[in-house]
C-alpha cells in the first residue's frame, strides 16, 4: 500500500537536541535544533485507542506519519506549537523504506 500524497498535508518541524558548552560559563547546556520540516498526516488517537495505549503506559496521544528519513527516537516533533517526544519509529508494513509512523506524546520536554 502506497502514501497518497494528499495525506501529508500538515507541516510539521523536527528536531533534534544537542549539547552545546555555554562560553560564558562553561557549563554544558542542552539546546534543540530543527532537523528538517517536512509535510506528515497528523492524526490525534480515537478514544478507544488512547485508553489502549494508557494500559501499556505508554502515553501515546498521536499518531504522525512522515516519508522515510534518519529519524531517533530522542528526536521531537513540533506541530502547531505543540511538542510532541516520539515514542518509538514504525516503518510501513509492505516495505519498509517508504513511510514511518512516529507514535508521539504531547506534553512536557523530556529533553
Known amino acids: 500500500m502506497s502514501l497518497e500524497a ?4 500538515h507541516r510539521v518541524s523536527i528536531e533534534r537536541i544537542s549539547h552545546v558548552q555555554d ?3 562553561g557549563a554544558v547546556v542542552e539546546t534543540w535544533a530543527e532537523i528538517a ?5 497528523v492524526e ?7 485508553v489502549q495505549s ?8 498521536a499518531r504522525i506519519t512522515i516519508r522515510t528519513r534518519d529519524i531517533l ?10 511538542v510532541y517526544n516520539i515514542r518509538g519509529v514504525l516503518a510501513d508494513k509492505d516495505s519498509g523504506l517508504e513511510y514511518i509512523t512516529l ?3 504531547a506534553g512536557l520536554n523530556e529533553g
Open 6 to 9: 494528499g495525506r501529508l498535508r
Open 54 to 61: 494508557a494500559a501499556g503506559q505508554s502515553e501515546v496521544t
Open 44 to 50: 490525534p488517537l480515537s478514544a478507544r485507542e488512547f
Open 23 to 25: 562560553a560564558t560559563t
Open 103 to 105: 507514535p508521539v506524546g
Open 37 to 41: 520540516k517536512v509535510w506528515a498526516a
Open 73 to 82: 527516537a530522542t528526536d521531537r516533533i513540533i506541530y502547531r506549537g505543540t
